[in-house]
Antibody, heavy 119, light 112 residues
């Protein structure tokens, strides 16, 4: 079955960077985009960006451009999200998600990675 | 601009049915959407996809108490035979060519 397993919680200081991983299994890694989404405490979902694991092509939400990088290791079937210049407003749970076959609905979710930004 | 609008809250009684609404912005009434459930202290769960013709496809393991429908620019999620565990936040989601993840603000469902 499709599984997305993410790395553990991180605590970072303002101005630092964080890198979250997402290991995929149960399907051909290169066949589906990986998207990243976050949910801050008490807030809704915010889309960060997408990556095509086969080509490495990426696209980012406007508010994150210049501050986020989505990469992958095809040998390890793992996607990565690195967010830099962290502020307290980046405190959130970060999820990797995979769309379904044929339609870009987020049918598969990772378990989430909590990132806390605090001095 | 593609925007999804949801009412912030809804409520219904245990064992009853509830219909949640997600409204697509003007010019986007043909778009399909997905419904996701976020229970407290749990990860999000994909429930189903609803197309503009009202057809819906449930995700893996989703019970048939959850169904979808459509009317114009509105997409609906109906939950029947409500259980206490259905108390959660429900989000609709769609996509566009450039912005591949568009979410509604979510509806908090209270089961009375």
């Amino acid at each position: 079955q499709v599984q997305l397993v993410q790395s553990g919680a991180e605590v970072k200081k303002p101005g630092a960077s964080v890198k979250v991983s997402c290991k995929a299994s149960g399907y051909p890694f290169g066949n589906y985009d990986i998207n990243w989404i976050r949910q801050a405490p008490g807030q809704g979902f915010e889309w960060i960006g997408w990556m095509n694991p086969y080509t490495g092509n990426t696209g980012y939400a406007r508010q994150f451009q210049g501050r986020v990088a989505l990469t992958r290791s095809t040998s390890m079937n793992t996607a990565y999200m690195e967010l830099s210049s962290l502020t307290s407003e980046d405190t959130a749970i970060y999820y990797c998600v995979r769309p379904d076959i044929g339609y870009y609905v987020f049918a598969y979710w990772g378990q989430g990675s909590l990132v806390i930004v605090s001095s | 601009q593609l925007v999804l609008t949801q009412p912030p809250s809804a409520s219904a009684s245990l064992g009853a049915s509830v219909k949640l609404t997600c409204t697509l912005s003007s010019g986007h009434s043909s778009y399909a959407i997905a419904w996701h459930q976020k229970q407290p202290e749990k990860g999000p769960r994909y429930l189903l996809m609803v197309k503009s013709d009202g057809s819906h496809t449930r995700g893996d393991g989703i019970p048939d108490r959850f169904s979808g429908s459509s009317s114009g620019a509105e997409r609906y999620l109906t939950i029947s035979s409500l259980l206490s565990e259905d108390e959660a936040d429900y989000y609709c989601q769609t996509w566009d060519t450039g912005v591949r993840g568009v979410f509604g603000g979510g509806t908090k469902l209270t089961v009375l």
